[in-house]
Nanobody, 123 residues
């Protein structure tokens, strides 16, 4: 299974971006999905996760109220709508498919990883 992330770019603080993650196979349609990010000089961190049917989502405290995760199981695609972006949101954002139907915050719980897309927020 390949996960292709796209939608990153350069945006000013306060702006918005929408990331997409397309899966190459329907085998992940019953799996939880999540976005992680890794900023310059930082460790990878959980950003947002969504359960297999979209019924449950979770967010890192730093993005609550600004980011929204969603999925389209027919298109095998997961989205991350990012609003009110801040310079500290600058990072490479990667999507991942969980081993189970839910999306935890722990990287060992994920089986497949995408290559990442760079988001740069200027002040």
């Amino acid at each position: 299974v390949q996960l292709q992330a796209s939608g990153g770019g350069l945006v000013q603080a306060g702006g918005s971006l929408r990331l997409s993650c397309a899966a190459s196979a329907r085998t992940v349609s019953n799996n939880g999905m999540a976005w992680f990010r890794q900023g310059p000089g930082k460790e990878r961190e959980f950003v947002a996760g969504i359960s297999w049917n979209g019924g449950r989502s979770s967010y890192a405290d730093s993005v609550k109220g600004r980011f929204t995760i969603s999925r389209d199981r027919i298109k095998n695609t997961v989205y991350l709508q990012m609003n009110s972006l801040k310079p500290e949101d600058t990072a490479v954002y990667s999507c991942a498919a969980a081993i189970s139907a839910i999306a935890s915050m722990k990287t060992p719980d994920y089986r497949y990883w995408g290559q990442g897309t760079l988001v740069t927020v200027s002040s």
